[in-house]
Structure formats: C-alpha cells, structure tokens
C-alpha cells in the first residue's frame, strides 16, 4: 500500500518560514519515476494548487499566488518532497497535501499563519 | 492562468446518472491535460478517482468513470448510492506552466 505522509505544518506568524516534508513509502510506487506535487485547502474553501516538480527535479512550477516565496524540492534516494515556505501571509492559512504519481495523496499538515 | 470550471452543484435521485463536467479557458480539454477527478467528504482528505481521464484506481466504485465530452471532461456517475454526496474536484495540467484545479462541485443524492 502506497502512503505519502506529510509534516511539518504548525503555527507561524505572518513573515515566517515554514519548511514541509513528504515522505512516500510502499510497494508499488516508485518515488523517482513521479512528477510530485504540493496542493493546499484553506478553511471552507476548495482545493488550490501550490507547486510540482518534475521526477529528476529539473522542472519545477508554482501557483501565481506563492510564486517567488515558496520552493518545492526533493530528494529522490530518500523518497522525500520538501515545500519551503518563506514570507507566510494571513492567507496562506490551510491544509497542504502532497501528492504524485496516479493519484496518491497524503493526509495533510496544517499550516496556520497568525499573529 | 487558466481557469478550470465545473458546475457548481448538482443533484441526482438515488440510483440515476449524473455527468460532472470540468473545462478550461484555454479552450478544449483533451488527453494532454491529464484531467484527474478528486472526491472529497467533509473532514476527510481529498482522494483521486479518475486520473489521466479515465484510469480508475483499485478504490475506484465502477459506477465512476472518466471521459473527454464536447471538449470537456467528464466524470460520470452510474446508479447513484447515497455514499457518493461529496464534493468533486478537477484538476487540469498545463505543460509547461502548472495545474489548475476547479472550484469544485457539490453533489447532492437525493
């Protein structure tokens, strides 16, 4: 059974950093052969894309809205996807998910940014 | 970038056939967007059900599968049960420039 367990989410202020882990395990999934990706849910609201990189980590993309203050990463040997959040404002507030492959997907950190 | 739409809510009698339908401002979506479909109850974590269109995963009911419909795609559901009001997500890839979900849209069986 394939699981991608997510950590690191908590408590921030506004202005704050963040750095998000991943971790894939199971058979059946090789972490490697996937493009990865972080997607986040604010409170009531719906699901928003973040940030994908792809399987070697040559390519990487960011929603408009984290552009320029969040970094996605990961380190292949370790089955590991890293997002690093820097600058956190009020509304970045949410649940993150991680996720790749034919649809795996975590259970989700929360990330709260309050002063 | 783009924008991904779906209906916002849509109702179906126990045992009917709904369509959910997910479409992108760029125009047609095809195969090349690799159009996933998500479900999600409340509290609970999103999951996939349809990915790359129409590939349903071992969770996957039968009575969901995936399609491309008048430049769109599609999630269809077969004889509805009671356990199918949630929430369903798309999710659109954009070579080159990243994924886009939808807003969503709230299934009611009823």
């Known amino acids: 059974e394939v699981q991608l367990v997510e950590s690191g989410g908590g408590l921030v202020q506004p202005g704050g950093s963040l750095r998000l882990s991943c971790v894939a395990s199971g058979s059946g999934f090789t972490f490697s052969s996937h493009w990865m990706s972080w997607v986040r849910q604010a409170p009531g609201k719906g699901l928003e894309w973040v940030a994908n990189i792809k399987k070697d980590g040559s390519e990487r993309y960011y929603a408009d809205s984290v552009k320029g203050r969040f970094t996605i990463s990961r380190d292949n040997p370790h089955n590991s996807l890293y997002l690093q959040m820097n600058s956190l404002r009020a509304e970045d507030t949410a649940v993150y998910y991680c996720?790749?492959?034919?649809?795996?997907w975590g259970q989700g950190t929360l990330v709260t940014v309050s002063s | 970038q783009a924008v991904v739409t779906q209906e916002p809510s849509l109702t179906v009698s126990p045992g009917g056939t709904v369509t959910l339908t997910c479409g992108s401002s760029t125009g047609a979506v095809t195969s090349g967007h690799y159009p996933y479909w998500f479900q999600q109850k409340p509290g609970q974590a999103p999951r996939t059900l349809i990915y790359?269109?129409?590939n349903k995963h071992s969770w996957t009911p039968a009575r969901f599968s995936g399609s491309l419909l008048g430049g769109k795609a599609a999630l269809t559901l077969s004889a509805a049960q009671p356990e199918d009001e949630a929430e369903y997500f798309c999710?659109?890839?954009?070579?080159?420039?990243?994924?886009?979900f939808g807003g969503g849209t709230k299934l009611t069986v009823l």
């Open positions: 999710l659109l890839s954009y070579r080159g420039i990243g994924e886009e």
């Open positions: 790359d269109t129409s």
């Open positions: 996720g790749g492959g034919p649809g795996y």
